[in-house]
């Protein structure tokens, strides 16, 4: 099955700096890779996501790049704000479920 | 719009007893449900999927089972809970495999 690796698990910045967390998948038929936001005792929400066909997708401060080749995407926040600091979750989607990485715990110190 | 319910929100339960945690999709026709359990201080272990009423697939070997006795409900069980069991349980729905998942609010179960 799919086996998806995080890194960093903690990740502290300061304020206006950028943020980048990235992922590595093993399953090469995954193609649907989204990130998620989990803050403290909430819900996991989706903040943006990739499909296999396209190499980066923007959103605003909020942008996940996709190397389909080496099984790896990431995910960067720039202009990062108090606001950002959550837990972030990548995940990759294959036959099945999607399944997640570890998170990465993300504070931005203001 | 789509809305999901999970509850209960919290939930303290002694070991060896029985558990039931329910999910309910509104808004939406056969839906894929899943339930995800999240450790404290980790990341989302998928524990259970289906993709239609009676059709439920188990990711991990573990004292709990699920069920989809709906087209919209999907509930979690256990016969006998150990303290293993503690966690943050998360149901969550799709429209089908390989789109956005949409997660209720999560029960954050004890076990002592």
Redesign the interface.
């Known amino acids: 099955g799919e086996n998806v690796e995080q890194h960093p698990s903690t990740l502290s910045v300061q304020e206006g700096d950028s943020a980048v967390i990235k992922c590595t998948y093993s399953d090469s038929a995954s193609n649907y890779f989204p990130w998620y936001k989990q803050e403290l005792g909430k819900r996991p929400q989706l903040i943006i996501d990739i499909r296999s066909n396209v190499g980066e997708k923007k959103d605003q401060r909020i942008a996940v790049t996709l190397n389909k080749t080496a099984k790896h995407f990431s995910l960067h926040i720039t202009e990062t704000q108090p606001e950002d600091s959550a837990v972030y979750f990548c995940a990759a989607s294959s036959r099945r479920a999607l399944t997640f990485g570890s998170g990465t715990r993300l504070q931005v110190q203001p | 719009s789509q809305t999901i319910h999970q509850w209960p929100a919290t939930l303290v339960q002694p070991v060896g007893s029985p558990l039931s945690l329910e999910c309910t999709v509104e808004g939406t026709s056969n839906p894929?449900l899943?339930w995800?359990r999240q450790a404290a201080g980790?990341?989302?272990?998928?524990l259970f999927?289906s993709v239609g009423i009676g059709q439920i697939?188990s990711?991990v070997p573990q004292n709990l089972s699920a069920s989809r006795p709906q087209d919209r409900q999907f509930i979690l069980s256990s016969k006998k809970l150990l303290l293993s069991d503690s966690g943050f349980y998360?149901c969550a729905w799709s429209t089908v495999?390989?789109?956005?998942?949409f997660?209720?609010?999560?029960t954050r179960l004890t076990v002592v």
């Open positions: 894929n899943y995800y980790r990341g989302l272990q998928l999927y697939s990711e998360l495999m390989n789109t956005e998942a997660f209720g609010q999560g």
